[in-house]
Structures are given as structure tokens and as C-alpha cells.
């Protein structure tokens, strides 16, 4: 991954040519976003029929772990190391310009590309899930059971290498037109974030407690808020 944006050559695949100026190539920026998210779009080519798979995923190093059936066709076709392309987003604001050209959304984004390839021993497949629970709440690994070799065997789990990986931030305030400043119209930015709700136990839960990761996630939000 290329780490200063003057590295990059113009030729270069994760090259951002729109807006260049919000372009982030260092790997402390991309792995942040990635590690800020939970849900990926996940495209690649298959005898020529373009796909786009929504996925959750964890990033594990300099990859980035994907898991499902072991009997999914697409998931098959991953393994085999067909060039793929992954996109994470976070939308942080609507930004609410004077004129409809210049109405915008604050977000952060990465692109990745890399090849893909199928986790084959069990050790390994197991550290795999565990970080990917992991990746969803911190610590929840150690307070569930982990995967019976049946899951196991039931379950492919891919390890997509991130080969070149490029950020795009958008952030501050409304690019409105000077010729617009003294219209009549609000401008401005919303904010937008995710909160969680209180948590749902299931109906046939005995006793048990709130686990310590669910208190830590709420509390962390509580913070945030």
C-alpha cells in the first residue's frame, strides 16, 4: 500500500483522480476507516457478469477476513483468487448548500483491491472467526463459544490481502457559490452518527448477566453522544 499520496502513479488503480485533495494513501487512514466499519461491498468479475456482494468483514493485519457458506458459488469464486474490489463508506453529515449544485454529504471512504484466499487449516480458520467476532463488539469472542469443527467445515472463510488501497474524506462545511451567500436560504451542515438502542434479551435467556462488552459498546456511545 502505497503510504505518501506522491507515490502514487498517475496509472496507478487506487488512484484518485475526482477531488484529489480529499485522497489519503497513508495505511494509519485506511486501516482506521476499515476498522470503523462492519459492512463492506465486496465486487468482483465473474465470466463477465460484474457482482457486488454486501458483507460484513473484520480487518485482520493487511487483510481483510470475509466469511460465508461453504456452499456459495460467489464465495468459490473468491477463493480462487478472481481480482476483487471492496468499498466501506461512512456517511458523518448531510451538508445543505444555498443552491441545489452545491448540496453535499460529509463521509469517509475506502477502496481496496486485492485477491482473496480460502483459510484451509481449522486453527487458522477458528482465529479467523473469533477475530471477526471480535471486529463486530470488543472482548465478545472470549464471552461466546467458539466454532465446532462442524461449523467449520461448514463455513468458508477468505483472507483478501490488501494489495493497493486508497481513502476519501470529505469533511467541514457548505462550497456554496459566493454569487449565492445573500440568497434567503438556511445552509449548513446535520450531522449524522449511529447510536445503539437498549439491548434485546432473547426470551428464553436464563440469568445471565449483560456481557462486558455489550456495558463497554453502550457505554462508549453514551460517551459519544
Given at each position: 500500500?502505497?503510504?505518501?499520496?506522491?507515490?502514487?502513479?498517475?496509472?496507478?488503480?487506487?488512484?484518485?483522480?475526482?477531488?484529489?485533495?480529499r485522497a489519503?494513501?497513508?495505511?494509519?487512514?485506511?486501516?482506521?476507516?476499515?476498522?470503523?466499519?462492519?459492512?463492506?461491498?465486496?465486487?468482483?468479475s465473474?465470466?463477465?457478469?460484474?457482482?457486488?456482494?454486501?458483507?460484513?468483514?473484520?480487518?485482520?493485519?493487511?487483510?481483510?477476513?470475509?466469511?460465508?457458506?461453504?456452499?456459495?458459488?460467489?464465495?468459490?469464486?473468491?477463493?480462487?483468487?478472481?481480482?476483487?474490489?471492496?468499498?466501506?463508506?461512512?456517511?458523518?453529515?448531510?451538508?445543505?448548500?444555498?443552491?441545489?449544485?452545491?448540496?453535499?454529504?460529509?463521509?469517509?471512504?475506502?477502496?481496496?483491491?486485492?485477491?482473496?484466499?480460502?483459510?484451509?487449516?481449522?486453527?487458522?480458520?477458528?482465529?479467523?472467526?473469533?477475530?471477526?467476532?471480535?471486529?463486530?463488539?470488543?472482548?465478545?469472542?472470549?464471552?461466546?463459544?467458539?466454532?465446532d469443527?462442524?461449523?467449520?467445515?461448514?463455513?468458508q472463510?477468505?483472507?483478501?490481502?490488501?494489495?493497493?488501497a486508497?481513502?476519501?474524506?470529505?469533511?467541514?462545511?457548505v462550497?456554496?457559490?459566493?454569487?449565492?451567500?445573500?440568497?434567503?436560504?438556511?445552509?449548513?451542515?446535520?450531522?449524522?452518527?449511529t447510536?445503539?438502542?437498549?439491548?434485546?434479551?432473547?426470551?428464553d435467556?436464563?440469568?445471565?448477566?449483560?456481557?462486558?462488552?455489550?456495558?463497554?459498546?453502550?457505554?462508549?456511545?453514551?460517551?459519544?453522544a
Amino acid at each position: 500500500m502505497d503510504v505518501q499520496s506522491e507515490t502514487v502513479p498517475r496509472d496507478a488503480r487506487h488512484r484518485v483522480e475526482r477531488t484529489r485533495a480529499r485522497a489519503r494513501y497513508d495505511r494509519d487512514t485506511v486501516h482506521a476507516i476499515l476498522d470503523a466499519g462492519m459492512l463492506a461491498h465486496v465486487a468482483f468479475s465473474v465470466g463477465g457478469q460484474p457482482f457486488v456482494i454486501p458483507m460484513l468483514y473484520a480487518r485482520d493485519g493487511k487483510t481483510i477476513v470475509l466469511h460465508g457458506s461453504i456452499a456459495s458459488r460467489l464465495m468459490d469464486e473468491l477463493a480462487d483468487g478472481v481480482p476483487a474490489c471492496i468499498g466501506v463508506t461512512h456517511l458523518d453529515g448531510l451538508v445543505l448548500a444555498r443552491s441545489h449544485f452545491d448540496h453535499s454529504v460529509n463521509y469517509r471512504s475506502v477502496v481496496v483491491f486485492g485477491r482473496a484466499r480460502a483459510v484451509l487449516d481449522a486453527d487458522e480458520k477458528a482465529s479467523a472467526l473469533s477475530r471477526f467476532v471480535d471486529a463486530l463488539i470488543p472482548g465478545r469472542a472470549a464471552e461466546s463459544r467458539a466454532a465446532d469443527r462442524t461449523e467449520l467445515a461448514a463455513t468458508q472463510v477468505l483472507r483478501l490481502a490488501i494489495e493497493d488501497a486508497s481513502a476519501k474524506i470529505r469533511s467541514g462545511g457548505v462550497k456554496d457559490n459566493p454569487a449565492d451567500l445573500a440568497l434567503p436560504y438556511w445552509a449548513g451542515v446535520v450531522p449524522m452518527r449511529t447510536r445503539y438502542a437498549m439491548p434485546q434479551p432473547e426470551a428464553d435467556l436464563a440469568d445471565a448477566a449483560l456481557p462486558a462488552s455489550v456495558r463497554r459498546l453502550l457505554a462508549a456511545d453514551e460517551a459519544a453522544a
